[in-house]
């Protein structure tokens, strides 16, 4: 499966953005799909996954603030982002993972909260 993601951009402060995983090659309902970021300098980390159940799950820093959802008919992932720390600043990964066979990731796009 190949990922795009959109939506990143600069913000303020306090400011909100949704990114977007847009899937093709494949249909993703049975994927468990997920949200990393790697800031300049340091490793890339994890921040929300999504099952194919539906079940989720956050890193402790974005909790409350961001959400993760799926749009199995849109073949689309979603990340929405409220109260952005200049902290949540990276480039942010979609990556997918079948229940058989080899994950993926996209190529990321960047999300600079200003302070």
């Known amino acids: 499966v190949q990922l795009v993601e959109s939506g990143g951009g600069l913000v303020q402060r306090g400011g909100s953005l949704t990114l977007s995983c847009a899937a093709s090659?494949?249909?993703?309902?049975?994927?468990?799909i997920g949200w990393f970021r790697q800031a300049p300098g340091k490793q890339r980390e994890f921040v929300a996954r999504i099952m194919n159940t539906g079940e989720t799950a956050y890193v402790d820093s974005v909790k409350d603030r961001f959400t993760i959802a799926r749009d199995n008919a849109g073949n689309t992932v979603y990340l929405q982002m409220v109260s952005l720390k200049p902290e949540d600043t990276a480039v942010y990964y979609c990556h997918s993972q079948p229940f058989i066979g080899a994950a993926s990731w996209g190529r990321g796009i960047q999300v600079t909260v200003s302070s």
């Open positions: 090659g494949d249909r993703i309902d049975d994927y468990a």
